[in-house]
């Protein structure tokens, strides 16, 4: 869980009107972290396609900007984004690939293993 100092200006100032709550809620992500077999870089991974799926912009940069900082690499970000195709639809894929763009500022063009590798 990010500290306070680190969120987005919107939610750092929710976070500084209501530090009991933002304590609770960082207390419970650190619980559900603690909870399971995952490690670190998967966690972070499914962070990234929880916000995808859930439809939100700023949820999906704050958790790609993570993980680039954790040796992500924008290919396998772009690649959470291809693999909810199926699942989430085209549209919605489309979106979640721009929201990892916007971070890694990748502007489409070649794919993994195409021609431009190699």
Avoid: C, Q, Y
């Avoid at 290919?75 to 929201?99: C, K, S, Y």
Wanted: no cysteine.
């Amino acid at each position: 869980m990010a500290p306070r100092e680190e969120l987005p200006s919107a939610a750092g100032t929710v976070a500084d009107e209501h530090p009991e709550v933002w304590d609770a809620f960082a207390t419970l992500g650190a619980a559900v972290s603690a909870a399971g077999p995952l490690d670190d870089r998967t966690k972070r991974l499914v962070k990234v396609a929880l916000a995808m799926g859930a439809g939100t912009v700023g949820g999906t940069h704050s958790h790609v900007r993570r993980a680039l900082a954790e040796g992500v690499t924008a290919e396998e970000l772009n690649h959470i984004a291809l693999l909810a195709v199926p699942t989430l639809g085209w549209p919605h894929a489309v979106a979640a690939l721009t929201w990892v763009r916007d971070v890694t500022g990748e502007r489409g063009g070649g794919k993994p293993g195409g021609p431009s590798e190699g």
